[in-house]
């Protein structure tokens, strides 16, 4: 059953809600700016979505607050959000904030905050890489609650077996409520699975180390039986080729890793941060959670949610510019888009070069200050989001904006094209707009440092929600 906004309006006018079985489908448009249901940007990096107690109901979502943040990671809040359905997020609130004179104080760094639920205990445990400003205290924090949605209260920061501890993840087994600490240690060169007390307070015994791997961002996916522990190599907040291990138990063997996307792509621009199993009453889907940092200003940061596909032993990142998921069911479909290539735009024809990513139409808009990439919108008029594919060949981790004018008004915001040193893959940076029939839509480079952009076309999908005021 379909409801249009217009159908949600009319019930909330006769004064009723719609009951949960009529949860809306969740749209993706990875990389995106993601607001709350107030409008305000979300703020939850590094994190992890998850139910209350052992599944079922509200999803929540915890992550690190970084609002106002360049290149400086500081502690400023964990906080959670709360949703029935993926579609829209309400802002639960920081469920854990700076306590002065402390290990946890706002010069701190906590990064990757987690939450499990302990059944032992009937409370929330989250566990977090806990640091200083320069990474020498390499240990874990730990903090319960009662409740999912906080306060939690600290118990202490300290490395688990005395050994350093950095980028790491907490996982639970949802089978044998047995729970693992995977974290990076011996500086940075081992990753090591660790598995929890009875509590999850504490780690009791180590279970396997992979030796000079150099990998962070762990996460894990149990599918059939079997474990995919998801890991990135270290570089910074550059992203990198995401890949995978496979074993038939968290204490291995584990076999080689494998990429989750091809190796030109990385991983779409993310590194993973959490890897979600939902038991959807048609299907079972799986469900990657990336971060898309800007180490440069940390607080555009942004989120990249795909679907993830199980074949055989194997997985893979669907790529997709925009698709939906209905959580209750577990089903998912990509979003139809109109493309409007190089060749069909309106764009100087002296800017059109070949393009060596094997774009459609065979031509890309060569963008430099001084090129614009322009088109007629013949489509529906309506709240669209424009997903730009381009590729940019510049120096690795490089951040240059892209705006947008529709009709001679420059939409407000602009697109983040970033650059991955040797790569030609056609990346995509999405802009929501507003559209109608005849629109001229003009893409212009903000700030050209040398090296022009190729953008190979333009992704035009379907909004359900309006873009925000001033689009
Ligand atoms: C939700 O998505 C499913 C699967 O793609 C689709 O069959 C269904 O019609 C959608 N429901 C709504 C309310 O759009
Ligand atoms: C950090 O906390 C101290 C109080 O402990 C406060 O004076 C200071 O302004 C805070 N700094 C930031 C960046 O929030
Ligand atoms: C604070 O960090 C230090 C290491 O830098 C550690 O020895 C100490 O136990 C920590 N204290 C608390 C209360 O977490
Ligand atoms: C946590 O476990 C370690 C290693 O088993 C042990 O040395 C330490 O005392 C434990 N800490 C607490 C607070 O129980
Ligand atoms: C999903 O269902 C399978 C099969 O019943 C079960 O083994 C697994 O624990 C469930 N996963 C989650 C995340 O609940
Ligand atoms: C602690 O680190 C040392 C050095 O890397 C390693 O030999 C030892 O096995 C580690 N301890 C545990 C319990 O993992
Ligand atoms: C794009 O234009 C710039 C500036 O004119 C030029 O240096 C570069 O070679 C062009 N790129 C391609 C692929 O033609
Ligand atoms: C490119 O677009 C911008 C914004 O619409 C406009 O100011 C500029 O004049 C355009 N440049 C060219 C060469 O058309
Ligand atoms: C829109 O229609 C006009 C007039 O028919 C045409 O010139 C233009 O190429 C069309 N735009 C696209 C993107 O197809
Ligand atoms: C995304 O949010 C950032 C931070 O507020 C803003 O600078 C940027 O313009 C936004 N991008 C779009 C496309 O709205």
Redesign the pocket.
Known sequence: MRFTSTALGVFSLLGFSLPSVYAANATFFPLM?MTDSAGD?IQAHGGCIIQAGNGGGDWYWFGTDRTGQAADAHFEAVNCYKSADFSTWDFVGPVLTPIPNTNISNSSVLQRPKVLYNDKNSEYVMWWHADNADYSEAAVGVATSKTIDGKYEWKGNFQPFGNQSRDMTVWKDPDTQVAYLIYATNNNADLSIARLTDDYLNVSKTLYTFHGVYEEAPGVFKIDGKFYLVESPQNGWTPTNNAYYVASSMSGPWSKSTLLAPDTAYTYLTQNTYDIVINGTSQQFYLYLGDHWNGNQL??SSYAFYPVIHKGNSLSIHYTGGWTLDAATGVWTDLPYELITAKMSTTSRKTLVACGDGCAGGKAANMTSSTNFSFTWNGSAGAKVLQIVYTYPGPNNDFQQIGVTVDGKAAP???LMESTLGTSFGQMA???VTLKKGSKVVLNLLDYDGTAFLVDAVRVYDSPTAAPPGY
């Open positions: 700016n940007l607080a555009t915001g602009n697109a999405p802009f929501p």
